[in-house]
């Protein structure tokens, strides 16, 4: 049986048996598998709405979560133009030319061991719920076999999701919608989102951005940031005017 075949009964396997094997380890599983199969260094999963709402279940390295935590601080990447066009997005060279669509990521990654990036949008029936994001610290293209093994990797990471639960809470609905989870990664961020659209009366996405824009400036992560607001440690009104709450 293909090692990708062997990876999805053990998912399903998990997913029968309930309990811990269908959390995030067995996301964690598929993304172990994906660097074993393919020419890849890292592998990460992260559920996604919009540019808004997204969190990441599974990183397999440090470099993986710098990846994908740089790319929700910076609300550009690899992985959000592969959940908007729903196809992968390939990049076998990074230095070779900056991608326009993610100018700036592309040069934050630099500092990162990572040459190439490969990232698949990850479907759940029609849903379209996260992306499976790689690299690899050489330049170098995806071979037609290895491109199809990495097609059917982000299959079974869909599968490995339908069942995800963290916290005692689900995290996906029977139809792929964003649900609240005691896990959440970046709770603090939705919060001092939400601080910010109550403060001075934004819509989430230009809320975020304000977000993003001052934790850019000021060189900090946006984690940080919003961990400093939800914390009263930075008070909206002196970081981005209006009338003190």
Not at 22 to 32: K, T, Y
């Amino acid at each position: 049986m293909a090692e990708v075949e062997v990876l999805r009964a053990s998912v399903l396997a998990a997913l029968d048996e309930g309990g811990a094997g269908s959390g995030v380890d067995v996301v964690g599983r598929v993304c172990r598998a994906c660097v074993r199969m393919l020419p890849v260094d890292g592998a990460a999963v992260s559920i996604m709405v919009d540019a808004g709402h997204r969190e990441i279940v599974y990183a397999s390295d440090a470099v993986s979560m710098a990846l994908a935590e740089l790319q929700f601080s910076l609300g550009e990447g690899p992985c959000f133009e592969a959940y908007v066009t729903g196809g992968p997005v390939l990049v076998p060279d990074l230095a070779a030319g900056t991608p326009s669509a993610w100018p700036v990521f592309a040069a934050e990654a630099a500092a990162h061991p990572v040459a190439a990036l490969f990232t698949f949008p990850v479907q759940i029936g029609a849903v379209r719920v996260a992306t499976l994001d790689t690299y690899r610290p050489t330049p170098g293209s995806l071979s037609p076999g290895e491109l199809s093994t990495a097609l059917q990797v982000a299959d079974v990471a869909a599968l490995a999701l339908s069942g995800l639960r963290d916290g005692g809470g689900r995290w996906l609905d029977g139809d792929g919608q964003w649900m609240e989870s005691a896990g959440m990664r970046y709770r603090e961020v939705h919060q001092a989102t939400g601080m910010l659209i109550a403060h001075l009366d934004l819509s989430a996405s230009a809320a975020l951005a304000r977000l993003r824009a001052y934790a850019f400036g000021h060189g900090r992560s946006l984690l940080e940031v919003a961990g400093d607001i939800a914390a009263g440690r930075l008070r909206l009104d002196e970081a981005f005017g209006g009338d003190s709450p």
